[in-house]
């Protein structure tokens, strides 16, 4: 998948890299060299047995290939889709040296998954004999949702408790539109649901309507999977000004159907992947002129080369070295950014003192997201996040943590994943004992 492939997203809901149809797949498959040490799979987060699932698509047996991806990640469908293959899986295949030109990992597990998931027969796996344990749950995001699977499969009885109206976590509410197109984040959660010996709770959140003494006292175990649901204040002056909003609200309004038009000039504050998201469907929605403004290099952008490269050919605008000072505005509305041209001394960023202003009607800061503080009582926070051990365990006896609250490896939604099902091997050892 190259950004070289397309030229960005034209409107809010096309597809970013349409499927691929069945001639296609096999022609893609047939390039695979079922390599005996694939370096493809160490590089996958969780360890998908990638030349594994290529050769059944290529043996024309695509529920195969569909079972072995979703055997290693359940969200295998959406990781086809947000996944940087480009620096993970699809960087290291062997292909890249000679042809220059990896196979494309993702768009094949993309149609294998697809293809499951719209067969509608009977689910590819069934769940243990009911052990009698019950587990709680916290959080119906990529974690949660693996760990409760998993879970599920071993026989224990599992609730979620997820403070949104709908399950997903970043997947329903924080990923561009047209990168998880139509309803596919809910097509997901219902298949994995399908499994059974799951009840999802909605509008249950930690430290309001349910409480983690109550949790590990009527459960077995406890996971949390309550993510950075935070975003992290500007703090500067002006950031109340009308216009002056969180970058992940107003993905979530899009991606819920508010399509409001963004008319003239908007500034992104961020480098990381959420502010390529909004940049580019403020685009999308009619904007004139969008400009991505980060405090650091391009090279330190919590985007990869490739969604820079994407938002590039999408018509925004990327400055670099720009920090903000404040927000400027007229009758309670902003009207501008002033920023600090900044640079590397000694490997410290600093301010040159030179000030640049940017006329904005519309601002979205993009400058990470933070633990909430919830009901975490008895629990070690550490930079930020839930501290575990590398069983996953917190501080608290049965009280255990993965996705984006704890710092497990790479901030993605295959580490999250990744996360939930390998917390399981602890939390069954656990309850077991
Ligand atoms: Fe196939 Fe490339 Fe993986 Fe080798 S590295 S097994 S060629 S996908």
Same mark, same amino acid.
């Given at each position: 998948?190259t950004?070289?492939?397309?030229?960005g997203p034209?409107?809010?809901?096309? /597809?970013l890299?349409?499927p691929?149809?069945?001639? @296609?797949?096999?022609? $893609?498959?047939?390039r695979c060299?079922y390599?005996?040490?694939?370096?493809c799979?160490?590089? #996958?987060?969780?360890?998908i047995?990638i030349?594994g699932?290529?050769?059944?698509?290529?043996d024309?047996?695509?529920?195969?290939a569909?079972?072995t991806?979703? &055997?290693a990640n359940i969200?295998?469908?959406? #990781?086809?889709?947000?996944?940087?293959? $480009?620096?993970? #899986?699809?960087q290291? #295949?062997?292909?890249? &040296?000679?042809? @220059?030109?990896?196979?494309?990992?993702g768009? %094949?597990?993309r149609?294998?998954?697809?293809?499951?998931?719209?067969?509608?027969? &009977?689910?590819?796996?069934?769940r243990?004999?009911? &052990?009698?344990?019950?587990?709680?749950? =916290?959080?119906a995001?990529?974690?949660?949702?693996s760990?409760?699977h998993?879970?599920?499969?071993?026989?224990?009885r =599992?609730?979620?408790?997820?403070?949104?109206?709908?399950?997903?976590g970043?997947? $329903?509410?924080?990923l561009a !539109?047209y990168?998880?197109?139509?309803?596919?984040a809910?097509?997901?959660?219902?298949f994995?649901?399908? %499994?059974?010996?799951?009840v999802?709770?909605?509008?249950k959140?930690?430290?309001e309507?349910?409480?983690?003494?109550?949790?590990?006292?009527?459960? /077995?175990?406890?996971?949390? !999977?309550?993510?950075?649901?935070?975003?992290?204040?500007?703090g500067?002056? *002006?950031?109340d000004?009308?216009?002056?909003?969180?970058?992940?609200?107003?993905?979530e309004?899009?991606?819920?159907?508010?399509?409001?038009?963004?008319?003239g000039?908007?500034?992104?504050i961020?480098g *990381?992947?959420?502010?390529?998201?909004?940049?580019?469907?403020?685009?999308?929605?009619?904007a004139g002129?969008?400009?991505?403004?980060?405090?650091?290099?391009?090279?330190?952008?919590?985007?990869t080369? +490739?969604?820079?490269q994407l938002?590039?050919?999408?018509?925004?605008?990327?400055?670099? +070295?720009?920090a903000?000072?404040?927000?400027r505005g007229s009758?309670?509305k902003?009207?501008?950014v002033?920023?600090?041209?900044?640079?590397?001394?000694?490997?410290?960023l600093?301010?040159t003192?030179?000030?640049?202003?940017?006329? !904005?009607?519309?601002?979205?800061?993009?400058?990470?997201?933070?633990?909430?503080?919830?009901?975490?009582? *008895?629990?070690?926070?550490?930079?930020?996040r839930?501290?575990? /051990?590398?069983?996953?365990?917190?501080?608290r006896?049965?009280?255990?943590?993965?996705g984006?609250?704890?710092?497990?490896g790479?901030?993605l939604?295959? @580490?999250?994943?990744?996360d939930?099902?390998?917390?399981?091997? !602890?939390i069954?050892?656990?309850?077991? $004992?």
């Amino acid at each position: 998948m190259t950004a070289a492939a397309h030229s960005g997203p034209q409107g809010l809901d096309d /597809d970013l890299v349409p499927p691929l149809n069945a001639l @296609q797949a096999m022609a $893609e498959s047939s390039r695979c060299l079922y390599c005996y040490e694939p370096a493809c799979v160490s590089a #996958c987060p969780t360890g998908i047995d990638i030349p594994g699932f290529i050769h059944r698509i290529a043996d024309g047996n695509v529920v195969g290939a569909a079972k072995t991806i979703l &055997s290693a990640n359940i969200m295998g469908g959406t #990781c086809s889709r947000v996944c940087p293959t $480009e620096v993970l #899986c699809e960087q290291a #295949c062997v292909r890249n &040296s000679g042809e @220059q030109h990896p196979v494309a990992i993702g768009r %094949l597990q993309r149609f294998a998954t697809d293809r499951m998931l719209a067969n509608g027969g &009977s689910h590819p796996f069934a769940r243990a004999a009911d &052990s009698g344990k019950r587990v709680a749950v =916290v959080g119906a995001g990529p974690a949660g949702l693996s760990c409760a699977h998993r879970l599920s499969l071993l026989g224990h009885r =599992v609730d979620i408790f997820e403070a949104k109206p709908k399950p997903g976590g970043l997947n $329903e509410y924080g990923l561009a !539109a047209y990168k998880m197109t139509g309803d596919f984040a809910q097509r997901e959660v219902a298949f994995i649901l399908a %499994l059974g010996g799951i009840v999802l709770h909605h509008g249950k959140r930690l430290g309001e309507t349910i409480h983690l003494d109550a949790l590990s006292r009527d459960y /077995d175990a406890v996971f949390l !999977a309550v993510g950075l649901s935070l975003p992290r204040a500007v703090g500067l002056e *002006g950031d109340d000004l009308e216009g002056v909003i969180e970058a992940l609200s107003f993905i979530e309004k899009v991606r819920q159907g508010n399509r409001a038009t963004v008319g003239g000039r908007v500034v992104v504050i961020g480098g *990381g992947n959420t502010a390529v998201d909004a940049a580019i469907q403020a685009h999308c929605l009619g904007a004139g002129e969008v400009v991505m403004a980060y405090r650091r290099g391009i090279a330190q952008m919590g985007a990869t080369a +490739w969604e820079q490269q994407l938002a590039r050919i999408s018509g925004v605008a990327i400055k670099p +070295w720009l920090a903000p000072k404040r927000f400027r505005g007229s009758g309670g509305k902003v009207t501008s950014v002033l920023f600090e041209r900044t640079q590397l001394v000694d490997g410290h960023l600093t301010g040159t003192g030179v000030d640049v202003e940017l006329p !904005a009607d519309l601002v979205l800061t993009a400058v990470g997201q933070e633990l909430r503080d919830e009901d975490l009582a *008895g629990l070690a926070v550490q930079a930020g996040r839930v501290r575990i /051990d590398a069983d996953y365990r917190t501080e608290r006896t049965g009280v255990f943590a993965g996705g984006d609250c704890v710092k497990s490896g790479l901030d993605l939604t295959v @580490q999250a994943v990744e996360d939930g099902k390998r917390a399981v091997l !602890a939390i069954d050892r656990f309850i077991r $004992e």
